[in-house]
T-cell receptor, first 111, second 114 residues
Framework: GEDVEQSLFLSVREGDSSVINCTYT??????LYWYKQEPGAGLQLLTY?????DMKQDQRLTVLLNKKDKHLSLRIADTQTGDSAIYFC???????????FGSGTRLLVRP | NAGVTQTPKFRVLKTGQSMTLLCAQD?????MYWYRQDPGMGLRLIHY???????AKGEVPDGYNVSRLKKQNFLLGLESAAPSQTSVYFC?????????????FGAGSRLTVL
């Protein structure tokens, strides 16, 4: 079945890079997503990657996908205090309307 | 453009009471979803709908019912609330597409069952 796993917590210093990792089990995943949730708010899409890509870059965000190991990562360069939030990895499997989310990684950025 | 609107934002219920959460979207999206968020467990899909008049079960449907009588609205009902249903509920919607299914989320509804 589908399962998405993430570490629960990450703390970094302001200005450093943050790397949030995610593993998934379904090899038929077509798209993988990163969503951000700020306190008291809903989830907002950060970026997504199609399964035939290895990397996607969008300003300070870099997504790396290793299909062989079923591993997805999100790198945030020059992390700012405003990046403090919960980050969710999600996958969608072929011919499905459903997104399966991980448990979320809480990122704390220290001044 | 309001996006996805959930009402109410907060509600406290006693065990056994019933209530309905309303989700409304103004983006003409075909797909709508209800998730619940619990600490350490991420978001779990309760029910979803791929079009007006259709609904389907997600990962954790027990104790909930849904209806999609109009394309823009997706209702989540609790017939007899239990403390285990204390959670934050999120509605989301997306456009039918052969590409990436990008969900737009509401701000959430926090439900406490005493």
């Amino acid at each position: 079945g589908e399962d998405v796993e993430q570490s629960l917590f990450l703390s970094v210093r302001e200005g450093d890079s943050s790397v949030i990792n995610c593993t998934y089990t379904d090899s038929s995943s077509t798209y993988l997503y990163w969503y951000k949730q700020e306190p008291g708010a809903g989830l907002q899409l950060l970026t997504y990657i199609f399964s035939n890509m290895d990397m996607k870059q969008d300003q300070r965000l870099t997504v790396l996908l290793n299909k062989k190991d079923k591993h997805l990562s999100l790198r945030i360069a020059d992390t700012q205090t405003g990046d403090s939030a919960i980050y969710f990895c999600a996958e969608i499997v072929d011919s499905s309307y459903k997104l399966i989310f991980g448990s979320g990684t809480r990122l704390l950025v220290r001044p | 453009n309001a996006g996805v609107t959930q009402t109410p934002k907060f509600r406290v219920l006693k065990t056994g009471q019933s209530m309905t959460l309303l989700c409304a979207q103004d983006m003409n999206h075909e797909y709508m979803y209800w998730y619940r968020q619990d600490p350490g467990m991420g978001l779990r899909l309760i029910h979803y709908s791929v079009g007006e008049g259709t609904t389907a079960k997600g990962e954790v449907p027990d104790g909930y019912n849904v209806s999609r009588l109009k394309k823009q609205n997706f209702l989540l009902g609790l017939e007899s609330a239990a403390p285990s249903q204390t959670s934050v509920y999120f509605c989301a919607s997306s456009r039918a597409s052969s590409g990436a299914n990008v969900l737009t989320f509401g701000a959430g509804s926090r439900l406490t069952v005493l």
